[in-house]
């Protein structure tokens, strides 16, 4: 299992905006599971929706892109790269996610070819799907800013 600290040593997100809490299974450059706790904390929550809490759906798929990038940066060949979310399939928002949520994200990479890859990913609380669909994404090195 990874813990928050490990993933960050794997990508290069962070608060506000790292998604992932923990990875619970790991295959390198084939698959990976995370779990996100969703806090009424969450920054968004002030504002989407005041009286009725709801994950943000691009923030379930953000969330799941950070789980697909733990599984690609760390394959060896990889370590220290960026991993760019490209685009989306067939990606629907199933059931709303409410505060108090374990939100599981599980990805399996379908294809990495020349640095451009795509994986499945399904999302979901309690058992329930709360997203699912086609991730697309672009490997590139980092530059000094």
């Known amino acids: 299992m990874l813990n928050t600290q490990h993933i960050m040593d794997i990508i290069p997100h962070r608060y506000p905006f790292l998604l992932v809490d923990k990875v619970l299974e790991l295959e390198p450059g084939q698959r990976a599971v995370g779990e996100k706790l969703v806090t009424i904390n969450e920054p968004?929550?002030?504002?989407?929706?005041?009286?009725?809490?709801?994950?943000?759906?691009?923030?379930?798929?953000?969330?799941?892109?950070?789980?697909?990038?733990?599984?690609?940066?760390?394959?060896?060949?990889?370590?220290?790269?960026?991993?760019?979310?490209?685009?989306?399939?067939?990606?629907?928002?199933?059931?709303?996610?409410?505060?108090?949520?374990?939100?599981?994200?599980?990805?399996?990479?379908?294809?990495?070819?020349?640095?451009?890859?795509?994986?499945n990913g399904t999302a979901t609380v309690d058992g329930q799907v709360a997203c699912a669909g086609t991730l697309l994404f672009a490997i590139a090195e980092q530059t000094a800013s």
Do not use: T
């Open 44 to 119: 968004f929550f002030q504002g989407h929706f005041p009286g009725h809490p709801i994950m943000p759906g691009v923030l379930i798929i953000e969330a799941l892109a950070q789980v697909g990038a733990v599984a690609v940066l760390s394959m060896p060949e990889h370590k220290g790269k960026l991993v760019f979310f490209a685009g989306m399939d067939n990606v629907r928002l199933r059931a709303p996610v409410y505060p108090g949520a374990v939100l599981r994200l599980e990805v399996a990479l379908e294809k990495l070819r020349r640095g451009i890859g795509r994986g």
